[in-house]
């Protein structure tokens, strides 16, 4: 079993940055990949980011160059940092655990991107 919790979000001005946290219970979190989803409303939840328990990260398209993905296995927690916000990036930002493959996910953080 895996809990998640995440934190980090809230409003930023376009071009703005933000880092979400994610904090991770149970064991074997170092072998979990790890990742990040958002979904603005009225659509479809999206893969934002995602790092293997080697280290290996993968990002969409669209934040290639401005979010950072990354893991401290000691506190079990994943991060993202996110650089040159944009208002259509405004979503809930929900975190990811595949354990074994059994996937995980946290209550999610809004984040909004606003003048």
């Known amino acids: 079993q895996v809990q998640l919790v995440e934190s980090g979000g809230g409003l930023v001005q376009p071009g703005g940055s933000l880092r979400l946290s994610c904090a991770a219970s149970g064991r074997r979190f170092s072998t979990n990949v790890m990742a990040w989803y958002r979904q603005a409303p009225g659509k479809q939840r999206e893969l934002v980011a995602v790092i293997t328990s080697g280290g290996n990260t993968n990002y969409a398209d669209s934040v290639k160059g401005r979010f950072t993905i990354s893991r401290d296995n000691a506190k079990n927690t994943v991060y993202l940092q996110m650089n040159s916000l944009k208002p259509e990036e405004t979503a809930v930002y929900y975190c990811?655990?595949?354990?074994?493959?059994?996937?995980?996910w946290g209550q999610g953080t809004q984040v909004t991107v606003s003048s």
């Open positions: 990811n655990a595949d354990s074994y493959g059994i996937g995980y």
